[in-house]
């Protein structure tokens, strides 16, 4: 059975403080493109195909040169101690429990060293998302530490050069504050702490480069023409996503955007060796990952049949860490991941590169 | 007027137990499968002939050799006798009687042996549903008791490699008692009874040739490049099926795939002589059946226009079943069928063949 | 502003015996194409023109040689003294003062000759609709007194081989009893009245030939393949219908069939000199009318711009007689008539064939 | 944050007396048009782009020669003394402050030469809305004194030959009289007021000639035709327009027809210099703009991404109007550029022009 997903939902809303509660629920403008993510992967009908050999179904996955036990992994978000005390070090072992990718925001309030001891000791695989902050010496600080500390790619946020603006957020001055930014600053200017409007493609190598070489995944990628972008400037990856339905309210949901970029990249040659993403898809290819709106292991299943070699997933996990901690996470995870398993027996395809092609057509 | 089968059901709910009424009413995950059989054959708009010969309107139809009085057939459910003392007697009983097919399930309560001394009282015609079960000697012993008894084909369920997770069937286990099937078994391991995951093409022959040369019939097919497996592979017809929203939630109604199946079988070969398939649908191509969702004599209608040389109706026979036995059952496929004959003659179509092409565009 | 259709239902409602209302009102099955019949009219966007002269708006027409001030039409609709204690003399009058066509029902319960005194008195046109009766000399009888009385066309309703199956009809065996149908009988065999479900194409000459020459027209066409038969058979014209949603459920909406029927009637040849039908269109094309659903001028308007030459109203115009007799006929014509003028004004076409191509995309 | 024009218009509600709030708010007919424009601009999903240098972000345009500081204008709309006592005065003062265009309607009940003064003061640009009055000598009167004024353009409106009809407007004519309508008149037949219904192309350029040679916009165009005429006439802009749901009940949506109108004129060439239209867009192109419904940031960033240089805003300036007066009127549409200018930053998009492709596909 899929994790009851709702009802988790329900028992974080119960547990938190309300301001809380919205600000990560919450979506920018009216809140279309977050509505419209959940639907989304349901926009197709499934094709199953029958008669094929399931005994043994198989979701592991290589992520940039790692090997993991599923393509569901956890998205960066911000804040984790307000919904859990143990904060980002209970949802990172709990990812890593469950053999699962775990991305680390910058936002994070616990410190990424602490982080990284957790998911190595688990065994587990984790990525920094960063920010090209105003005072890019931060940048240039953090990215080293996270580098230092094991972290096997970084992840541009790449839709937000300015903040989305949300109705439900009156609270959200309470989270921002310095102290509670453990990886960053001390800074005197806020602002510093911000995405400078100014990133451009021409960053991603600069990442890469005080990284030491590091991958570089662009996520808030909706576009053919971006997506080949990112990889001719040196882009491992790249993540389809809205953010959540947090910035540009209106723009496509992931499932509606992930064909098109998929088709681009698939034809689009990979990063050089100079990029530090020689652990990427290999020759010929920058994969894609997508995320918004994913909840069933058949959604996991239909962004796979378009294009995605993995997906992530952010407000779930939030739930999840809010209700149970670390075992919270690793229990959603693994439920997801057994879903999909299910899934794909029932599709008829084994492994994962079976998925390709079975969306059917558009549901009426 | 077409057969009031909400009203059954409602009286159907009312007399089963709720875990039983469950049980046959539920459907996998989400149920968006099950939701969507119905409506889908009301998609296309019907597009009626006018100024034809309709004096005499036949709806009688060849399946695989077997002349009968109508296209409506009955598919295999499990465990009748959950809905009626008489369990599949009676439903076997009263298909016959309408000049209907009538398909056993290998989760029958009645002995097969004696199903098929009441089919054939009634001169009808039955065809045992299969599984290839874990433990394949069971299968054998299966096949070649009802071969001996006088079934006209086999029809091998594929869409059941694994069971789809329901959420209305916390009860299901008490059905599923070794002693309520009387056709396997008895067994030491109940999973010996499940399908085996490992079943592929290559099972319509070994079924063929257990059975002494019957014809296979494969349930479950989505996908027009399965279903030419199917035919090159030996089968001796297809059914496009769903199976009744209750396996991957999120496969697409059968009113959406059967265009595309029909028109890749339209130009396959059918089967050869060695398959055990001699008696189906001829040179030239292997015949297409539909079921989900069948629920009046316009829906046989667009069905056929469709492609569908018959239809298959499951829950509507096990509500007529509880309600009223073997009558009930013979009067709803009497009704659907008087209702189709209505239909085609308002259409214009006087007999089967004539339905082709009376489908219009898409329902805004 | 249009005429308040709704509310004149309402008021009938109020007025009729609950089974004639259910007559009037009521479609066959599930009333799926009765209810989709009025929304298919609104179901593209109109695109205006700007900047024509529409100082002055001719809504006039020739219809089969006759010239009209309306391309609305009365529809032939039966039993209108169950209406009206005037019946169809009140609706043949108001008709005439509004300048619009008249069709009588073959069950009428007024006698034709005097319906014909009534239309003459104002100058109006009259055509009588017709089945062809099992009872054929029946037929012959009625056709002869209908051409003496001075109709100018047949309608020979060509949907009708049976009788759809309705619901709402309980009473309806009180309505036909035969001392109510004035025009034919009476007979021993009240069957000896039904259309004979043999009709086809041959009858279209027949009918010309036992009328003298009168055009026939026939209603209930939805497919191009079937207008093209009708035109190579000595059709004067087809209205496409689909008996108000009282015949196949199902069948498509007028408007969907439209514009296939016009566009295939458009290269058609026009009917022969010895067919009766030399009152027609002239000669490269055969005449294409719509009913189904015309509620309001901008209906009539985009009705036109899919390619009918005229309209015809069936229910609302029953709705007016009970309401308020001949006046109330009279009132509801002209004010759809007065909304067309207006429509048409503001879509800057100040004639009927301007209105071509008014017609933007689908509605969203 | 978006400016909350729901909480605007429910003031508004509050303030105004009941006829004067439904003459502002209704639309003609069903409201069909009416409802279907705000909800238009969101039928295509938004396309942001990622890791543009949005550190600047611009909203200036110039519009025929002026350059204003947004592209969203004020719509003509009359009798404005309705809503706040200082009407036209006030409204004008508003949008010269935020930099936007003011349109003033000939229905103004403010004198313009009072306006041009008001808006001259703060800098600001300003059209005069036109009929072609069916007494024109009233026409050329009030057009030389606007050029005379300092009108920048004149506004024909060309989807009015005659006015719709509204539902909602019991008490309009309390509106309509002389006494009101302090820029044309007083006349002794209130009809030499209306517009006449003979206005065709070749009035465009008699308005550009007794003007003196003012750029001549057109309103109400949507058809590609029809602009395509428009620019043969002479004119200097189109305004894709159904009239705020005003006139043709069931003309599409500004949305649905404005890429039509985009393109047919992005290759249509530019006024000639002998038509007044010589600070148009230059060579090689007749500019595009669009009304109706326009009511967020978001929905201004579709319109120019479908092919608008600018929007009109109509309804919302009155609610602003009648709560604020000038102030009002200038925070509204200060608040919808900045949140234009937001929605820019959050697509990628540092300027107008490269708005451009944004739209993706349409939402599902």
């Not at 300015?162 to 930014?181: N, W």
């Not at 652990?279 to 894609?288: D, E």
Request: aromatic share 4%; net charge neutral.
């Amino acid at each position: 059975m899929n994790p009851d997903i709702a009802r988790l939902e329900r028992r974080a809303r119960d547990l938190l403080p309300p301001a809380v509660y919205d600000y990560y629920a919450g979506g920018s403008g009216r809140e279309r493109t977050l509505r419209a993510n959940e639907r989304s992967w349901r926009r197709n009908w499934l094709a199953p195909r029958v008669l094929r050999d399931v005994r043994s179904v198989d979701t592991t996955t290589g992520l940039l040169g790692a090997r993991l036990r599923t393509p569901v992994a956890v998205a960066p978000t911000a804040y984790q101690r307000l919904a859990h005390p143990d904060g980002e070090l209970a949802t990172a072992a709990g990812a890593a429990r469950a053999g699962a990718l775990f991305v680390l925001s910058t936002r994070s309030t616990r410190r990424l060293e602490d982080v990284a001891v957790q998911v190595a000791r688990a065994g587990g695989t984790w990525w920094l998302q960063v920010y090209v902050m105003r005072n890019r010496a931060l940048t240039i600080d953090l990215v080293r530490r996270a580098a230092a500390a094991g972290a096997q790619a970084l992840v541009l946020t790449a839709d937000t050069p300015v903040v989305g603006r949300k109705r439900r957020e009156a609270g959200e001055q309470a989270f921002t504050e310095a102290d509670m930014l453990v990886n960053v600053g001390p800074v005197q200017d806020p602002a510093d702490l911000d995405q400078s409007a100014g990133v451009t493609f021409a960053d991603i190598a600069w990442l890469a480069e005080i990284s030491g070489g590091l991958p570089v995944v662009i996520k808030g990628v909706l576009r053919p023409d971006d997506a080949l972008a990112c990889a001719a400037a040196g882009a491992a990856a790249v993540i389809v996503s809205n953010h959540g339905g947090r910035q540009l309210d209106g723009a496509m949901p992931a499932a509606s955007a992930l064909p098109g970029v998929a088709a681009a990249l698939s034809t689009a040659p990979g990063p050089g060796p100079g990029t530090g993403a020689g652990t990427g898809a290999g020759a010929g290819s920058v994969p894609v990952y997508a995320d918004g709106g994913i909840r069933t292991g058949e959604d996991v299943l239909a962004a796979i049949a378009l294009g995605a070699q993995a997906v992530f997933v952010g407000r779930p996990v939030l739930w999840a860490l809010a209700c149970g901690g670390a075992d919270g996470v690793a229990d959603l995870l693994s439920g997801l991941t057994d879903a999909l398993a299910h899934a794909m027996a029932l599709a008829g395809a084994p492994s994962l590169p079976q998925v390709a092609g079975i969306i059917g057509e558009p549901v009426g």
